[in-house]
């Protein structure tokens, strides 16, 4: 007998890749550009290892963790030569055991946090890529630089010798409607150009973190370069 897909979990996780991509695809097209110029952080956290591979197996290479913990236990089981970027948020004293392990860390919200990369990576003598985080909603429960405060934190942040930084992240409130949360990608947009014209030494605003699996098209269509989707590839948690 045949088995359904249902039944068989890893044909499950490659299903839901290849519908993500697709609907990331048509959305980029939608909006004037090309698909490569997005990329789907597959959101692992709670997620075994066996996962990751299987969803790695099937063309998934990177992978965000929000705990410091379970992404160091999966990057020891992890063999695969996937990607980590870390999007959670992080405690400066947990930034040493993340050094080398991750290439992109998106949830920068102070300057003493970027300090504390800029010192870990350099005694590797490598550099990280980093995302600076912007809470435009304003909600306590959600950590970020605020939107007027942003340009003076990648102010100081640019003087790091080992720090580079990439673009910007949000997180917008949660709503039903996809189309809620457009105006928070947008603004987020509109401050990486005002933060870009101002021409600050090695300070690129290339990468747009935003959008999750609710919403993720329409953060496209406002110019995310980064959308992070977990449940609609490995399930609810």
């Known amino acids: 007998m045949k088995l359904s897909i249902s039944w068989v979990p890893w044909m499950s996780i490659a299903a839901n890749l290849q519908n993500i991509q697709e609907r990331i695809r048509s959305a980029a097209l939608a909006s004037g550009r090309e698909p490569v110029s997005v990329r789907l952080v597959a959101v ?12 790695y197996r099937a063309g998934q290479l990177l992978f965000g963790e929000n705990y410091v913990r379970e992404l160091l236990a999966k990057a020891a089981e992890v063999s695969e030569p996937v990607e980590w970027h870390f999007i959670g948020h ?20 102070r300057f003493s946090l970027a300090e504390e990369i800029d010192r870990q990576w350099g005694r590797l003598g490598r550099h990280c890529d980093i995302l600076v985080q912007v809470n435009l909603s304003g909600e306590a429960s959600k950590s970020g630089t605020t939107e007027a405060g942003a340009l003076q934190l990648v102010r100081e942040i640019s003087r790091l010798e080992h720090v580079r930084i990439r673009g910007l992240m949000t997180m917008p409130p949660y709503f039903d409607d996809p189309e809620a949360a457009r105006p928070f990608f947008a603004e987020l947009q509109r401050l990486a150009q005002r933060i870009m014209a101002q021409g600050i ?34 399930g609810a948690r």
């Open 201 to 234: 030494p090695a300070v690129e605003m290339n990468e747009l973190s935003m959008g999750m699996s609710g919403d993720f098209e329409a953060a496209i269509q406002e110019g995310a370069t980064l959308v992070r989707v977990g449940s609609s590839i490995f």
């Open 44 to 55: 692992s956290k709670t997620r075994p290892a066996g996962d990751v591979i299987q969803a």
């Open 90 to 109: 992080l405690q400066s004293n947990k930034v040493k055991q993340l050094a080398g392990i991750v290439s992109m860390i998106h949830s920068v919200d």
